[in-house]
Structures are given as C-alpha cells and as structure tokens.
C-alpha cells in the first residue's frame, strides 16, 4: 500500500467554477455554497483519493488559484512544478474555454520537464440549455493537448469528483511507470 502526494493546480478563467469544484469535492458533496468571494490568491484544499484495484491512495494538494489576470503574476511561485492539472472552463462561456489555452501553457510552463498530465472540465452542465460549448470540440481540444476531458454541475453535484479522481489514476500511473523504469536500472 502507497500513499503517495501530488500537486494539482486547479486552472481557469475566474467565475468558471473552480472555487466550487474544489469545495464540493473536499466535502464530499455535502454541501453547495451559492455565493462565493472572489478568490484573489489561492486556497488549498487537501484531499486523499483511493486509487481503484490497488490499495494505494493519493493525497491531493490542490492549489485553488485566482482566475483573473490581475493576479497571474503571483501565480508562477504558486504554481512552482506542479504535478497534475485541473482546467475548468464554463460550459456557457466560450470565452473561458479558449482561455484554456493560456491557462494551459502557463502551468506547462511551470512543470518538470514541460509535461503535464491533467483533465479539462466543462462546468455548469446544468445550463444546457444556454450551452455556447460544444462537447465534441472540448473533447477534440483536450485530446490533442493530452487531457482526459469531463463535464461537471457542480450546483447539481454531477459528476463534480469525477475530475479529481481521474487526476489521482493519472498520477498514480506515472508513478507505477517510474518505478518500472528505475527496476530496468538496477
């Protein structure tokens, strides 16, 4: 059993869900908060996810991050070689998910080696009906950047841990194939 820790940046434009996101997922869905202050730095929130089939678990630390540009600058210290990513963008907003873009060569930017393995999330699937994304192209842009891609309402709490687990599974397999190349070493 290995219990292993990751530091996930939780990315996006502001209004998107984020804050949301990561406050429903650390009370297990308990509980919705309607009204939220602007985040104006980051907050953390520390969550242990099992990893499925393996006994092994993942501590994320995930860094809850200001969504507007007047504060991106402190971010890059903030954000210093992250782990895994967490992109969300407002499913009625397109301007939030072409900011994905930038939000993404930003983290990238501050990554080990420049890879980094994460999940794009389309929030507010409860607005369908005022969709201005559509999940085929979320799903293309994803794949082409190497993104798992998923969508969320976190006011209805569908499906608003699936992201945060999937995040684990993929941090959990790069360390299982890390430790099968140092076992080739040795």
């Given amino acids: 059993m290995v219990k292993l820790a990751a530091k996930c940046i939780l990315a ?13 997922f650390r009370s297990d869905g308990a509980h919705f908060q309607k009204n939220y ?11 242990t996810v099992p990893v ?3 006994g092994d678990s993942v501590e994320l630390f995930i860094f809850d991050s200001a969504g507007k540009e007047l504060f991106s600058d402190m971010l890059d210290k903030l954000w210093e070689s992250p782990n895994v990513l ?9 301007q939030s998910f072409h900011s ?11 990554a080990p080696g420049g890879s980094l393995p994460g999940v794009l999330v389309g929030n507010k699937t409860d607005l369908a009906s005022r969709r201005a994304v559509d999940s085929a192209q979320a799903q293309e842009w994803a794949l082409s950047q190497g993104l798992e891609c998923l969508e969320t309402s976190v006011k209805d709490m569908e499906n608003s ?14 360390y299982r194939e890390k430790v099968e190349v140092f076992r ?3």
């Fill in 161 to 174: 841990d699936a992201p945060f687990h999937c995040l684990a599974q993929q941090f959990h397999r790069l």
């Fill in 86 to 94: 967490c992109l969300v963008y407002d499913i009625t907003n397109e």
């Fill in 184 to 186: 080739t070493l040795v």
């Fill in 12 to 24: 996006g434009d502001s209004t998107v869900g984020k804050t949301a996101l990561a406050q429903i």
């Fill in 37 to 47: 202050t602007l985040t104006t730095g980051v907050d953390l929130v520390v969550k």
């Fill in 100 to 110: 994905c873009s930038r939000w993404l060569e930003k983290a990238r930017a501050q």
């Fill in 52 to 54: 499925p089939d393996t």
